[in-house]
């Protein structure tokens, strides 16, 4: 069977599991079923699959099938032009995310710390954007720091990176000049909903507070004026839903300069603030 032959067959399975842009999915699988890049995939499909590189490929297109995310399958995903090791101990980066690391390279400083880091993908993509920073990672879970500790190794940035099990402020210390978070924000009645993908395979730890899914925003704007530097920035990614609560709330700490900032599907998806000082 060669390889295009397999990947017909594979969209037809995954689009009777359900599963949208099954054609795109297959590809993926195949690509990294045959250790290719996936944009050389198309000069391989004529070429008959070794029985090694079809059992990869049935074993990935099943995986599928039980939804289970391409990214934890082929184990990357590219994130603001990096690529990051992503396990079920980490969510997916996502593209809209990529907004906060846009707002927050437009304000490089000495020293940043993301709180709920994850995979490291917003700390490490915006330490690869502003020259000389050193970052701090913090994070829940242990197994998601090591995936962000390998996530900084690979990408050249674990001298400038520093990585801390912690409960949101817990284990941090001093001020920063930025302060980054895309935390859990589902409220629990929204989990039932979330597909297939994200229910059953990433981490819960990561997507939901419980509750009315504000809870963490509470306890980060609680502790971030005793962690910045007077004049120093917040940004925060939001649900769509949830502008004005957590504006409200930045505003009720003291913060400046507060206001909501769209994704490119003109989506509330950031809120940003500033600590009063510094002449900033
Ligand atoms: N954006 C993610 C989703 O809707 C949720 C991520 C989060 O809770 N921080 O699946």
Partial sequence: MTGAEALREAVLRLRAAGIEGAPGDARRLLAHALGLAPERLTLHLGDPLSEAEARAFAAAVASREARRPVSQIVGYRDFHGHRFRVTGAVLD??????????????????????????????????????????GEGADLSPAALEVAEANARALGLD????????????AVTGRFGLIVSNPPYIAEAEMEG?????RGWEPHLALTPGGDGLGAYRAIVAGAGAHLEA????????????GAAVAGMLAAAGFAGVE?????????????????????
């Fill in 93 to 134: 980066p996502r593209p809209e995310t990529e907004l906060l690391v846009d707002l927050a390279l437009a304000e490089p400083v000495a020293r940043m710390l993301d709180l709920g880091t994850g995979s490291g993908c917003i700390l490490l993509s915006c330490l690869a954007g502003m020259a000389a920073a050193e």
């Fill in 260 to 280: 909501v900032r769209r994704d490119l599907d003109g989506r509330d998806r950031v809120v940003a603030g500033r600590w009063p000082g510094g002449g900033g």
């Fill in 231 to 242: 004049g120093g920035r917040i940004l925060m990614e939001i649900g769509p839903a949830q």
């Fill in 159 to 170: 001298r400038r990176a520093r990585f801390l099990l912690s409960d949101w402020f817990s």
């Fill in 194 to 198: 979330l597909a297939p993908e994200v």
